[in-house]
């Protein structure tokens, strides 16, 4: 079971962001391909190096089911990337679910989920919405929903981006778990913000520079971003893990892996 507490780290979804996250479902024209991070067993080495820090357990698909209010201004967070009710993308992700089940139990707090998006309400959520969270988790076309949104809004986008950048595996999976965290958005707290400190540092493999001191640079970058917030300031999941992974220059993120979040040992053999 997911551990309450305010350390687990949840993504700022700028405002712009969110309302891009209202728009399209269809999925990225740059999804990555079964490379890379995209491999079936890469990507299931990050959603469970992304779990870790989310919720302190390796076993990511027992996360459907997760939801609490953390503290963090955001809401509700739920779900295997954390969802969050006050930064848009529980919204849409609800309202596609709805769009594949009508009759679904989290149906009826659309509205609800629109009043409150940008803010840290519960009002028309509590005390039901948990529940009816819980009862949809054991759906297939939840479960399903929870991955398209999770692929469509964070995995696509930071894959295809970290390709472009020249960047291997491992950096394609520090863009992404920054993008869970910090949101899409071009803000200077949210993922482009960071990739723009960062490339004013170093250049991207693309842009001829070294893999290794962009990646770096980029690490930097976020810890300056996560320390901006409270609620983000244990910075463990990039500097005893991502830092860790590079340090060793394990650029494709080879198994076995060992690290820690917020004290905590993992490994995946």
């Known amino acids: 079971m997911p551990i309450p507490h305010l350390r687990a780290a949840r993504r700022t979804l700028l405002a712009a962001a969110g309302a891009a996250l209202l728009t399209s479902r269809r999925p990225s024209a740059e999804a990555a391909d079964a490379t890379g ?11 469970r190096l992304v779990s870790s820090a989310e919720n302190s357990s390796l076993d990511w698909q027992a996360q459907y ?19 969050c009710s006050g930064t848009g993308d529980m919204l849409a992700l609800v309202e596609l679910y709805t769009e594949w089940d009508a009759d679904n139990p989290l149906a009826k707090y659309l509205p609800a989920l629109r009043a409150v998006n940008g803010t840290a309400s519960h009002k028309g959520l509590a005390p039901g919405f948990p529940a009816a969270w819980r009862k949809a988790a054991r759906t297939a076309a939840f479960r399903r929903a929870q991955r398209h949104e999770r692929d469509r809004v964070y995995f696509d986008p930071a894959v295809a981006r970290a390709k472009k950048d020249g960047l291997g595996t491992l950096g394609q999976f520090v863009y992404y778990d920054a993008m869970v965290m910090h949101g899409p958005g071009a803000g200077t ?12 540092h170093a250049a991207t493999p693309a842009d001829g520079g070294g893999q290794r001191a962009y990646l770096g640079a980029f690490l930097d970058a976020r810890v300056w971003a996560m320390r901006q917030e409270a609620a983000h ?3 463990s999941r990039v500097e005893t893990a991502q830092r860790v992974f590079l340090k060793a220059g394990n650029l ?12 905590d040992s993992y490994e995946i053999d």
């Open 37 to 47: 991070l995209a491999d079936p067993v890469k990507k299931d080495i990050a959603m």
């Open 65 to 83: 089911k997760y939801i609490e209010d953390i503290g963090d201004g955001r809401g509700y967070t739920g779900g295997i990337i954390g969802f």
């Open 189 to 200: 707290l949210a993922f482009g913000g960071i990739r723009a400190r960062a490339r004013r």
């Open 233 to 235: 300031r244990d910075v």
């Open 252 to 263: 494709d993120l080879h198994t076995p892996l060992k690290w820690k979040v917020y004290g």
